[in-house]
């Protein structure tokens, strides 16, 4: 059975001009064309664009979803089981942060005032001050730490908000090309470790990508770095760590 784009569109409430641009930039190419020359999309092509929505809402981007709908050893039934799990881990954090919403809410009402663990649930494990007295101890004298005790003094709420948001956004990502399997020295998986690099140079201190590869070695060196990455997958972070050393060494 094959549909035309317009029933393609209505099916999967995308617009006609979303699905001539992927087919233009190669993310789906529809499998058939009409007599005419209209373009005539499969059940097969409609699986695809399944996935592509798919990584679309979990923020992926459409040379990434390209990247990793087209490796050799993609399978859409391991796809969906790995984003369904994205998935769930979104809607675990959304309901957290809608609780503290509505919490904030009332307590503002009623003129309460929230003490710091509650104003801060929102962080989860997530803790910005958490291990400062020792990162001063260590890095005090540094540019770095300088810098990061600059830009961060300045840093409201919502800041460090969005750069939860930015670095689970990443995380995601990164976690998706691990359960695919893709080597640590693939383009993307080296392209998701420079994304985590540029979140620290953005918001913290300016960092290039040699420099990066000693925060790597950490990851896997550090007792705490490790366990907080492997938590998310067992061996994720010797896997950023590679991906780190890659990336520094590539053109």
Not at 90 to 96: A, I, M, P, Q, T
Not at 153 to 165: G, I, L, N, P, S
Request: glycine share 6%; with cysteine.
């Amino acid at each position: 059975m094959t549909y035309t784009v317009g029933e393609v569109a209505r099916l999967a409430n995308v617009s006609v001009r979303t699905l001539h641009h992927y087919d233009e930039i190669g993310l789906l190419e529809p499998s058939q064309r009409s007599d005419a020359g209209y373009r005539l999309y499969t059940d097969d092509d409609l699986v695809r664009l399944q996935q592509v929505l798919l990584y679309r809402e979990l923020d992926f981007t459409l040379d990434e979803i390209g990247q990793v709908l087209c490796d050799k050893d993609f399978d859409p039934l391991d796809a969906l089981v790995a984003q369904r799990q994205l998935v769930a881990d979104k809607l675990k954090r959304d309901e957290g942060l809608l609780a503290l919403l509505d919490k904030t809410i009332l307590a503002m009402e009623g003129g309460i005032q929230l003490n710091k663990e509650e104003m801060f649930e929102i962080f989860g494990d997530f803790d910005p001050a958490e291990h400062e007295e020792e990162a001063k101890e260590r890095w005090g004298e540094t540019d770095s730490y300088k810098e990061s005790a600059r830009r961060t003094a300045r840093y409201t709420k919502a800041d460090w908000q969005r750069f939860k948001d930015e670095q689970e956004a990443v995380g995601a990502r990164m976690i998706a090309l691990f359960d695919a399997g893709v080597e640590p020295t693939d383009p993307r998986s080296m392209d998701v470790a420079d994304e985590a690099r540029l979140q620290i140079d953005k918001w913290f201190y300016p960092l290039s990508r040699k420099q990066y590869v000693c925060l790597g070695e950490m990851y896997v060196a550090d007792p705490r770095f490790k366990a907080n990455y492997d938590k998310q997958r067992e061996g994720l972070a010797q896997w950023l760590c590679d991906a780190i050393k890659a990336n520094a060494e590539r053109d």
